[in-house]
């Protein structure tokens, strides 16, 4: 039960940073950089969901993590003050790879 709470919380997080209009007004310990942002979240994110959701093959949590890194990105389209970014997305799979590598121990 506390890992589906920290995915959800994190999600919840990730989705309102992803989604603020002013992203680049946060302080520099958030708005770093995006690129890193971008891999940390979903390495944390893809992390969480299998100890969330450990019944799921890894397949399924990487599936999911990458449906959610293609959503935020169609959903910063729209947004007036954000654009969607493929290296977003590209970045996104970096970080889930890792997490992948981890959770097969491979790594």
């Given at each position: 039960m506390f890992a589906k709470i920290l995915f959800f919380s994190a999600l919840a997080a990730i989705s309102f940073l992803a989604f603020l209009p002013n992203y680049d007004d946060l302080p520099d310990v958030v708005s770093f950089s995006d690129t890193f942002n971008h891999a940390a979240a979903f390495f944390v994110l893809t992390l969480l969901c299998r100890f969330a959701f450990p019944a799921l093959q890894?397949?399924?949590h990487?599936?999911?993590m990458l449906l959610y890194g293609l959503f935020i990105e169609a959903v910063q389209h729209f947004l007036?003050?954000?654009?969607?970014?493929?290296?977003?997305?590209?970045?996104?799979?970096i970080g889930i790879a890792l997490a992948y590598a981890?959770?097969?121990?491979?790594?």
């Open positions: 890894p397949k399924i990487v599936f999911l007036p003050t954000r654009y969607g970014d493929p290296f977003d997305v590209l970045v996104d799979i981890i959770i097969l121990k491979k790594f």
